[in-house]
């Protein structure tokens, strides 16, 4: 069953405590991060890199395409596709060599520019922002009954 999850976004507060409830329910998988220039699809996926354990900081790989980590043993992969300008390109860097990589957590920023190339997401987080830029209007899509619930607990839905 597909689920969907509204949620303001008001403070870099909310944004982390978001970080914390997914990082609880997604150490490997795929997450597109969806939104225009400055949403806030980086910052989520700071919050979520330090949450699941990485001490340093956590760069954006807008120039790179790919920022990898390994955490705790685990590997996570961090995509910024907005520079691609085809989704071949991926074939081109190697993406096939962290696709395969098991047990990993993908990260996808701009999903739209990848294609065929990159693999559906378990995890969809589209940030909006307001006219004022000052709060963000975000939708999860997801799978997971349990992630339903922990979101509606966190953040005092009915």
Known sequence: MSYSFHLPLNSEADTQQLAQVI???F???VIYLIGDLGAGKTTFTRFLIQQLGHQGSVKSPTYTLVEPYNIQDKAVFHFDLYRLNDPY???L???RDYL?????LFLFEWPSKGGDEIPTADLTIEILKSEDELS???TLSFQSEALLKA???AFQHA
Do not use: K, S, V
């Not at 395969?100 to 990993?104: E, R, S």
């Open 23 to 25: 990082a609880q329910y």
């Open 27 to 29: 150490t490997e998988g």
């Open 89 to 91: 390109e991926l074939e």
């Open 93 to 95: 860097m190697g993406i």
């Open 100 to 104: 395969d990589t098991p047990h990993a």
């Open 136 to 138: 963000r209007q975000t």
């Open 151 to 153: 979101l509606e607990q």
